[in-house]
């Protein structure tokens, strides 16, 4: 898939942002750690890709599970430090010259099947503090990408870290749907809730999807969808292929194209594709 430009104005009127409401997906994949959000969301923008769309992932997690099952690999650079910096306050800002729309443009990576993925930095044994100016600039680029026209018709897919901080903070303030992937287990289960209730505080315009992943039972599906009351997106099964994938760091869609799992969520690709979504 060719590479797509990105146009780097982001000026717009108020009455624009206003009026203004972008055409491509919007998503947000949150979970409790472990509960399989990576490799969803990892096989869901490639497959998104595969069907013809323009796709920028967003990992906002400091661990690297979204590149790794991208099949994009692990770096150790910290590339948008140079997209942010201290004003004479103290205070962080971009760097001038460098709006969101730029900042996508200049720091994003090319994956596999031509996902744009734009990262927050990873931890290493030095801390956080090599990678805040990263972290700062994520942030605010992530603020401003709905003030991207060239970015109206893309899909915008967040890999957030596990747990409900991120969505308590507002690390997904592009997302118009949020995909829970949830395992058939009471932690799992209670964690999804929790980020369901902070989330539906902040905005209620946001909808939600539950996708139950690692599934093994016949009632694992109806047990996870009565407890949360949100609508069923799809079933992922347990599938020996992703540990088998996540063992060896390498991509589902690489190691194993045809395993049930990816096929699993190649449907769910389609049913966000063609907008097939039960709602609240």
């Known amino acids: 898939m060719a590479t797509a430009a990105i146009a780097t104005s982001d000026d717009q009127t108020r009455a624009e942002r206003a009026t203004r409401r972008p055409t491509g997906l919007r998503l947000a994949v949150v979970g409790k750690g472990g509960a399989g959000k990576s490799v969803i969301s990892a096989t869901l923008a490639r497959t998104l890709a595969r069907r013809g769309h323009r796709v920028l992932a967003l990992d906002s997690d400091t661990l690297p599970g979204l590149s790794i099952s991208i099949g994009a690999g692990v770096t150790d650079e910290f590339p948008l430090n140079a997209a942010a910096e201290r004003n004479d306050k103290g205070r962080w800002q971009l760097v001038k010259g460098i ?27 030095r801390g956080l503090d090599p990678n805040r100016a990263s972290h700062q600039a994520f942030y605010k680029v992530i603020h ?8 109206d018709d893309w899909v915008i897919l967040g890999d957030l870290p596990a747990g409900p901080r991120q969505a308590a903070y507002d690390w997904a303030p592009y997302a118009q749907r949020f995909l829970l992937v949830v395992e058939p ?33 016949d009632d694992d599906v109806d047990r996870v969808q009565e407890f949360l009351g949100v609508p069923l997106l799809g079933v992922v099964p347990a599938d020996d292929a992703v540990r088998a994938s996540e063992r060896a760091g390498v991509a589902l869609l690489d190691a194993a194209p045809d395993s ?21």
Do not use: C, H, Y
Request: proline share 2%.
């Open 99 to 125: 709006g969101a729309a730029r900042a996508v443009q200049r720091f994003a990576t090319v994956a596999p099947d031509g996902v744009r993925l734009l990262q927050i930095g990873k931890t290493d044994r």
């Open 144 to 151: 401003r990408l709905d003030d991207v026209r060239s970015l």
């Open 185 to 217: 287990t009471w932690q799992s289960m209670l964690t999804a809730r929790r980020i369901v209730r902070i989330t539906a505080t902040m905005r209620d315009d946001r909808e939600f999807s539950l996708v139950v992943n690692k599934v093994t039972a």
């Open 260 to 280: 049930p799992a990816a096929r699993a969520i190649a449907g769910l690709a389609a049913k966000l594709d063609a907008g097939n979504i039960d709602r609240l």
